[in-house]
């Protein structure tokens, strides 16, 4: 056997085996895990590299998130007092070895948290729209069948108290007797979970979330988030969206790249409401 090959071999057997108190090998148990997922709402800097720096762990999806992208689902972490940075994705020394964020945060076991990296790399330190990780510790209801629970998060840097309504109309959502309206949602501000009705399993049957100023029924902008969900495929499970019953979902206002950055892509111009996935629905 190729030594290759034997050194592959003792590194999986690694992965899953270790020693305990008396130096017998057996199977590793990590013991109970916070949840985390990573959103990146900076509009100035493109995409980043999220990483926790005080031990190895595998959470590739943490890495390479663009402005108004997020990890995915949940991904466990050792819970404690964690050190984490976030950098710029670039592949010069330099650029590689900048620390846009270096912070710690206390994670408790069995908890689930959004980790939210929101403001300006532009502003200067202190500065409120300097940017910053905001940790949001989600409490993840059960809505219920016929029921979709769903928090709104304020990112959008530059832009003040905002009111939202979550509504089925897009040409009338801020007027119409709609689900419910979310009045002075501050700045990196959370609405926490409120339950809004199922969307019948038809096409383009969504969610129009519309902000306007505090009071205002003028839309500084709205978005459709596409995210219907599916129910279970064979051995796929069910996805969240707003079509499948027991469904958590999470919006997040985005503020518009900043031009002339790597931010500024195609669809980021303007400011948009985005919808993230909190779970795998349990279906009745």
Do not use: W
């Not at 279970?232 to 999470?250: D, F, L, R, W, Y």
């Amino acid at each position: 056997m190729k030594l290759s090959k034997v050194l592959l071999l003792a590194m999986v057997v690694g992965a899953v085996v270790g020693c305990d108190d008396d130096g017998k090998l057996g199977v590793v148990d990590p013991g109970p895990l916070a949840k985390v997922r990573f959103i990146n709402a900076v509009p100035d800097t493109g995409a980043v590299n999220f990483r926790f720096v005080d031990r190895l762990e595998n959470l590739p999806t943490l890495l390479a998130v663009p402005f108004r992208g997020g990890s995915g689902l949940y991904q466990g972490i050792a819970p404690g007092s964690r050190q984490m940075r976030v950098f710029p994705l670039d592949t010069t020394v330099a650029g590689a070895s900048t620390r846009l964020v270096d912070t710690t945060f206390t994670f408790e076991a069995n908890q689930s948290y959004t980790i939210l990296y929101a403001g300006q790399t532009k502003a200067p330190n202190g500065d409120p729209l300097s940017d910053r990780l905001v940790f949001i510790r989600d409490d993840i209801p059960s809505p219920g069948n016929g029921s979709v629970a769903m928090q709104v998060i304020h990112a959008a840097a530059g832009t003040g108290p905002v009111d939202v309504y979550i509504g089925r109309d897009t040409g009338t959502v801020v007027t119409a007797p709609v689900a419910p309206k979310i009045s002075g949602l501050a700045y990196l501000g959370r609405a926490t979970y409120t339950t809004v009705p199922t969307r019948p399993r038809v096409t383009d049957s969504l969610y129009t979330i519309a902000v306007t100023d505090p009071g205002s029924t003028t839309k500084l902008f709205q978005s459709t988030p596409n995210e219907p969900g599916a129910l279970v495929s064979g051995t796929v499970s069910a996805q969240a969206g707003v079509q499948i019953s027991n469904s958590v979902v999470t919006v997040v206002l985005f503020p518009r790249a900043t031009p002339g950055t790597r931010a500024a892509v195609a669809g980021t111009t303007t400011p948009a409401a985005l919808m993230f996935l909190d779970n795998i629905p349990a279906i009745p």
